[in-house]
C-alpha cells in the first residue's frame, strides 16, 4: 500500500459527453444540443433500423468519416438504450435543438427589416434572454447567442461528462464523430466534471506518483474500479525529460500539426495532439516526450483534429498559458474557445487577435490571419502562428487557404520574411456539412455543400506562400496521415489522393529551387542554431 505509483504510458483517457467522444462542438450548449439531435439521434436511428449496412460501410474507405457506427453490428439493443437514455436525461438540449430552429425560422418569416424589437417576444421562450436579435447591414436577420449565461443555465449539465479510463494497444480506434463509447470492458469510467481538480491529480500521476490509498482516496475508486485501477498503475518511473537547454532553438514535430518548440527555458506547443506509449512500426514522441512545464499551448482553429480535448485535459496541470484566436462571439457556428476552456477548467486562456503579438525570453508569438478551411461560414476562431524564437522566425500556417494572396502580401509586409513554413495541404477537404451540419436548421443542397470544402492549400496556394515569406526551409504538415489519428481524421492517401500529389509538387518545386522541402510524417528533430535576435519588424496593434 505503501508503493509509489505512477499512472502506465498505454492507458488512454476518453473525455465523454452523454456518452459520445468529448470534441469541441459537444461542450458549449447550443452545438451540443444540435450535435446531440442532428448527429447522435439520427446516426443511432439509422444504426437501429440496418446494423449491417454500417458495418459495411464503415469498411469502405469511400465511406470513412461517414455517419457509419463502427460496432460490426452489434451492441444494436445497447445503441436503442442509449437513444432512449438520450431523450430521457437530455430533454433539455432537445427542447434547446427545437428552440434554434424556431428562432431561424421566426426570424425568415417576420424580420423584414423593421425593427427587431417586437420579436423578442416572439423568441421561443426557453430561448429569451440568451439572444440579441440583429440584422446584417442590408436587413438579412440572425441572431447572437450570450454564450456566458448559456454556460450558467440548465443547458450547461456537467453531469453529462465523463472520462473513460482504458488500456491502448494499437493504434485502431473508431471515428469519433460517429460511434458512441459503449463497450465497457476493462475500462474504469470517472464521473467527475471536466473541471475537477481531480483529473489533474490523475494525470499528474503520469510523473509524480502517490500510493494506492492516495489514489484510491482522491479518485473515490471503489469496488471493481478500485482493483481494475491497479492494473493501469506501475511503481516504474518514467524516464527523465530530457530538456533542450542548447543556444538556439530546437523544434519537434509529434504528428499531424502537433510540434513542440524549446528555446532559452521557454517552451511552445502547437495543436497537442499527442499518441500515447505501445509498441509499435511507426516511431513517434508521446506523452513521456513532453517537458513537465509547457509555457505556452497555441491552437488554430476549431477543429477536432487541431483542439483535441483528449490531449489537452491531461495535459491541463502542466499549461502554463493556452493561447487561443480571438473570436466575435455569439455564432451558433464559432463558439468561443476562450469560454470552452475555462468552464473545463483551463486557467490562464489568452485570446489573441490577428496581428497581436506575445513577447517571451529572446522570442514571441504572434496570431496571423488564417483564411478560409471553414465552408465559408463567418468562423474567426483561426489564426496561423508566427513563433520567433532565438532569432529564428517559423510560421505555422496550419490548415490556412491562401485563397486571396494578396493577404499574406499584407502580413509580409508587416512582419518580414520567416525562415521555415509549416502548411497543411489537405486540399481535398470535407464539404462544409460534414462538421457543421448539425448546426444548419435548413437542408443544404448537396450541390453546394460540396462546393464548400473545408480544405487547405494545394500546390499553387501553398507555392505563393513559400514565395511571399522568401521561406528556406518548407514543412508540409497537418495531413492526418499518422495511423494514431484515423479516430478523429478518417482519412486514407494513395499515391493518387490530390493532397499527395499536391504536396509531392510543392517538395519538388521547392527541392529544385535549393529550399528544404519535405512532409512530415511519424516524428522529426530539428536543432536551429543560435542567431542573434533581428530587431522585430513589427510590434503587435
Ligand atoms: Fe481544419
Ligand atoms: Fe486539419
Known amino acids: 500500500m505503501n508503493d509509489q505509483l505512477y499512472l502506465r504510458a498505454n492507458v488512454m483517457a476518453e473525455p465523454l459527453v ?20 442532428e448527429r447522435h439521434l439520427r446516426i443511432r436511428d439509422s444504426y437501429s433500423a440496418s446494423p449491417e449496412t454500417h458495418a459495411s460501410a464503415v469498411k469502405n474507405p469511400a465511406l470513412l468519416g461517414g455517419p457509419f457506427m463502427d460496432l460490426n453490428g452489434l451492441l444494436v439493443e445497447e445503441v436503442k438504450q442509449l437513444r432512449e437514455r438520450t431523450l430521457r436525461d437530455r430533454h433539455k438540449l432537445v427542447e434547446l435543438s427545437k428552440a434554434l430552429v424556431e428562432l431561424d425560422e421566426m426570424l425568415r418569416q417576420k424580420a423584414s427589416g423593421f425593427s427587431l424589437e417586437p420579436l423578442y417576444a416572439e423568441v421561443p421562450e ?13 436587413n438579412q436577420p440572425s441572431f447572437r447567442l450570450i454564450e456566458s449565461l448559456l454556460y450558467r443555465s440548465p443547458f450547461y449539465d456537467p453531469s453529462m461528462q465523463s472520462v473513460v479510463l482504458s488500456e491502448i494497444s494499437k493504434d485502431d480506434r473508431p471515428f469519433v464523430l ?30 509524480t506518483p502517490a500510493t494506492f490509498g492516495e ?65 509499435n512500426d511507426v516511431s513517434r514522441y508521446t506523452y513521456e516526450d513532453l517537458p513537465p512545464v509547457i509555457d505556452y499551448v497555441l491552437i488554430t482553429h476549431n477543429h477536432q483534429d487541431h483542439i483535441l480535448f483528449e490531449t489537452l485535459l491531461q495535459l491541463r496541470p502542466r499549461i502554463r498559458n493556452i493561447v487561443v484566436p480571438r473570436n466575435g462571439g455569439g455564432a451558433l457556428q464559432d463558439p468561443s474557445l476562450r469560454l470552452l476552456l475555462k468552464q473545463c477548467g483551463f486557467q490562464n486562456v489568452i485570446e489573441l487577435a490577428e496581428m497581436e503579438e506575445i513577447p517571451f525570453a529572446r522570442g514571441s508569438i504572434m496570431a496571423l490571419p488564417f483564411m478560409g478551411e471553414h465552408g465559408d461560414l463567418n468562423v474567426q476562431t483561426k489564426a496561423a502562428w508566427r513563433v520567433e524564437a532565438n532569432g529564428h522566425r517559423l510560421l505555422f500556417a496550419a490548415d490556412s487557404c ?4 494578396q493577404l499574406y502580401q499584407h502580413v509580409h509586409r508587416l ?106 510524417f511519424g516524428e522529426k528533430e530539428i536543432l536551429l542554431a543560435d542567431r542573434p535576435t533581428p530587431a522585430l519588424a513589427t510590434k503587435s496593434t
Request: hydrophobic share 40%; with cysteine; net charge negative.
Open 18 to 37: 452523454d456518452g459520445w467522444y468529448a470534441w469541441a462542438h459537444l461542450i458549449p450548449p447550443a452545438t451540443a444540443a444540435r450535435n446531440i439531435t
Open 126 to 138: 426557453i430561448l429569451q434572454g440568451y439572444v440579441e436579435l440583429v440584422y446584417d447591414l442590408n
Open 178 to 207: 460517429s460511434t458512441p463509447r459503449l463497450a465497457k470492458g476493462d475500462a474504469v469510467q470517472f464521473n467527475f466534471p471536466f473541471s475537477s481538480e481531480k483529473y489533474d491529480f490523475l494525470f499528474r500521476l503520469k510523473d
Open 215 to 279: 489514489i484510491q482516496k482522491t479518485l473515490e475508486l471503489q469496488g471493481d474500479d478500485a482493483l481494475r485501477f491497479q492494473s493501469f498503475l506501475t511503481p516504474e518511473a518514467p524516464k527523465p525529460y530530457p530538456k533542450y537547454d542548447g543556444p538556439g532553438a530546437r523544434w519537434r514535430y509529434f504528428g499531424h500539426a502537433c510540434i513542440l518548440m524549446e528555446s532559452a527555458g521557454v517552451s511552445v506547443l502547437m495543436d497537442p495532439v499527442l499518441s500515447y506509449t505501445y509498441e
Open 402 to 405: 491562401n485563397i486571396s494572396p
Open 415 to 520: 512582419v518580414g520574411d520567416v525562415d521555415a513554413l509549416f502548411v497543411g495541404m489537405e486540399c481535398n477537404g470535407a464539404p462544409m456539412s460534414w462538421i457543421y451540419g448539425p448546426l444548419v436548421t435548413q437542408r443544404i443542397e448537396r450541390q453546394k455543400d460540396h462546393s464548400r470544402r473545408l480544405a487547405g492549400s494545394d500546390y499553387d496556394r501553398a507555392k505563393a506562400l513559400v514565395d511571399q515569406f522568401n521561406c528556406k526551409e518548407v514543412y508540409v504538415y497537418a495531413m492526418g496521415q499518422e495511423p494514431w489519428l484515423n479516430y478523429v481524421m478518417s482519412v486514407k492517401y494513395t499515391e493518387a489522393s490530390k493532397p499527395i500529389v499536391h504536396s509531392n509538387r510543392l517538395i519538388e518545386d521547392c527541392l529544385s529551387r535549393g529550399i528544404i522541402a519535405e512532409r512530415l
